[in-house]
Each structure stands twice: as C-alpha cells, then as structure tokens.
C-alpha cells in the first residue's frame, strides 16, 4: 500500500522553463509534506517543505502548493537551472506509529528532473 | 553545525557473509535517528528508527538487525546476507519534537553490492 506516490518517474524540462513535480497521498492524517533532492551516490537533502494547514509556500526558485481536498502536491521550480537536474522525493510527515518524538517520513518513489540546455 | 557520517562509502560482500554499516552524529543530541534502503530503480524504503540508546524499532521484517550503543552512533548490521540486501543505504537524523515538521537529514550513503 503506497501512501505517497509519483507517477511521473521522470521529467525533461528546458532551462528557464517551469519544473511541475507531483505527488499524491492517499492519508488524511499527514501534517507536513516534504521535497527532497537527490544526487546519485547521495543522501537526500532537503529543499522545502509545507504544512498541512497551509496550501503555499515559496522558498527562491521552489514553491510548493497543497491541495488537501485532492490529495496532492506540487513542486514548482522557476526557472529551472541545469543544476536542478536531480531525483527529486516527495515525502509526507506524521506521528503514526511513533512514539514519543519521532516523526514517520513516508517517501515516493522519486521523479528524475533533467534540465536541459 | 550538525554532521552525519556514514562508512563505508562502496562495499561489495560475498552472499553468506556479515555486515556492519555505522553511521555517526555530530553536532546535536538526543536526535532520532534511522536507517534506510533505496533498492534499484525504489523510493526510500524505512528499516529502522531509534528515539534513544538501546531503543530500536523495525518498520519491516528482513534479514538486518540494528543498534544504538552511543547517542549519536547507529548500527546496521547483518550476521548473512542475502543478494536482496544489496542497495544504497542511508542514515537519517531529526531533531526531538514536533517543532522538527518532520524534517531528516541524511548522510552520504553506502553503496552496498551483495554477489
């Protein structure tokens, strides 16, 4: 049962245009949702995240938006540098199943962004 | 600043043979921390979290054991692999509280090959 998901694994975009990452979550009870840009032979490292409560937040280049009543989230980037080409992991926050400070990070499966010249 | 290490960086072992995999913190205490795989072509599947010493939750059952000895030390170990342990393993950090929003940050990684 994937919870969050990415059905677009990947995406070509030219330089100075719009990325448009997506990202679905089937759970209700999220309270935070997360991007993460990923480097090959990398950890993650985190770009922006929003909060259930919220349906916008910009940060730069990268804005993310939230739309509760359909389940999904998105991630802008503009304008898109070669720098961004990345796998980029939508991720969702919440206390399920924790216990006492720990927030569960539930990840997709990634969306590879190419930027190209 | 906060740092996480992990080592090794690349390891290629034999099916039947052990594993250990550690993964420091610097510059924070108390953190939670966790370990998790990226297999082939996957999304970042969680194995393990631990909100303190000695304090280690599985999220899935597998071949792999962990341990928290030290605040700031995590452990993946294994006593035989298997060739579907093989795959890019991370350890993650996040602050205590709810204040955190669910943020992690993540090492560099272990390419682990398993032949």
């Known amino acids: 049962d994937q919870q969050v998901k990415q059905n677009s694994p990947s995406l070509s975009v030219q330089e100075g245009r719009i990325s448009i990452l997506n990202c679905d979550y089937t759970?209700?009870?999220?309270?935070?949702f997360l991007w993460y840009k990923k480097y090959p032979a990398e950890g993650p490292t985190f770009l922006i995240s929003?909060?259930?409560?919220?349906d916008k937040n910009e940060d730069g280049r990268f804005t993310v938006f939230l739309n509760k009543s359909a389940k999904h989230l998105s991630l802008h980037i503009v304008p898109s540098q070669p720098g961004d080409s990345a796998v980029y992991f939508c991720a969702a926050s919440g206390d399920m199943g924790f216990t006492g400070t720990a927030s569960k990070l539930t990840f997709g499966t990634g969306t590879r962004l190419q930027v190209t010249l | 600043s906060q740092t996480i290490h992990q080592w090794p960086a690349t390891l290629v072992q034999p099916v039947g043979s052990p594993l250990s995999l550690e993964c420091t913190v610097e510059?924070?205490?108390?953190?939670?921390l966790y370990w998790y795989r990226q297999a082939a072509g996957r999304g970042l599947q969680l194995l393990f979290y631990?909100?303190?010493?000695?304090?280690i939750s599985s999220e899935v059952p597998q071949n792999l054991s962990a341990s928290r000895p030290q605040d700031r030390q995590f452990i993946l170990s294994s006593k035989k692999l298997l060739l579907s342990d093989s795959g890019f393993y991370l350890c993650a950090w996040s602050a205590r509280g709810k204040e955190n929003r669910g943020e992690q940050f993540f090492g560099p990684g272990t390419r682990l090959t398993v032949l």
């Open positions: 929003i909060s259930s409560i919220k």
């Open positions: 631990s909100v303190g010493i000695g304090q």
């Open positions: 759970n209700s009870m999220f309270d935070y």
């Open positions: 510059g924070t205490s108390n953190p939670n």
